[in-house]
């Protein structure tokens, strides 16, 4: 059974402050990472996507990719409120055919 | 730009009735994808479809059923409702069936009692 592991939170992070999420996964033969963004009550919005080793910036967010310690992490660097919500991870793989794996989310609050 | 509509917003059905979700992109996305979302647990696949004519169980197909209408429409049926369908359904669509961003719809929240 493939696993992607998320803490589920809440992380309070203070505003301005950088908020660190982290995922891990239990398939050495995943390929491709993504970070989701959810706010209550609304679906899901791709933040960031991820395929190799190392770190990949866009404006506040950064993903960083560990495939040998099998971890992806998400980090926002000068936290908004409005970055308040639940941050999920979803891990590809090839099987048979294209299979993609969901954590359950990470609730993260911004604290004014 | 709609992107992926879904009907309805809400729902709240007796056990044992059936219905239907409406799904529908105008992406021109080649691959839709149904999704439950229950508290404390990540989305899980319920059917797929990788292209127009084609569809696939997920995770948890076990009491519904698909339709892909065309390349734009993919509808989830419920023949026989069960309080365990309870949730939150997303339907999304992809580029391809492959490492692509999913582009989801609003969310329809079920309830069966």
């Known amino acids: 059974q493939k696993e992607v592991e998320q803490n589920s939170g809440p992380l309070s992070v203070p505003e301005g402050a950088i908020a660190s999420l982290n995922c891990t996964y239990s398939?050495?033969?995943?390929?491709?990472f993504f970070w989701y963004r959810q706010y209550s009550g609304k679906s899901p919005e791709l933040i960031m996507s991820?395929?190799s080793n190392g770190d990949k910036e866009d404006g506040r967010f950064t993903a960083q990719l560990n495939k040998a310690s099998q971890y992806v992490s998400l980090l926002i660097r000068d936290s908004q409120p409005s970055d308040s919500a639940t941050y999920l991870c979803?891990?590809?793989?090839?099987?048979?055919?294209?299979?993609?794996?969901w954590g359950a989310g990470t609730k993260l609050i911004i604290k004014p | 730009n709609a992107g992926v509509t879904q009907t309805p917003k809400f729902q709240v059905l007796k056990t044992g009735q059936s219905m239907t979700l409406q799904c529908a992109q105008d992406?021109?996305?080649?691959?839709m994808y149904w999704y439950r979302q229950d508290p404390g647990m990540g989305l899980r696949l319920i059917y797929y479809?990788?292209?127009?004519?084609?569809?696939d169980k997920g995770e948890v197909p076990n009491g519904y059923n698909v339709s892909r209408l065309n390349k734009r429409e993919f509808s989830l049926r419920l023949e026989s409702a069960a309080p365990s369908q309870t949730s939150v359904y997303f339907c999304?669509?992809?580029?391809?069936?492959?490492?692509?961003?999913?582009?989801f719809g609003n969310g329809t929240r079920l309830t069966v009692t």
């Open positions: 999304a669509s992809s580029e391809w069936g492959g490492p692509s961003p999913l582009h």
């Open positions: 992406m021109n996305h080649n691959s």
């Open positions: 479809s990788a292209s127009e004519g084609t569809t």
């Open positions: 398939d050495r033969g995943s390929q491709s």
């Open positions: 991820i395929y």
């Open positions: 979803a891990v590809g793989y090839m099987d048979s055919n294209y299979q993609l794996i």
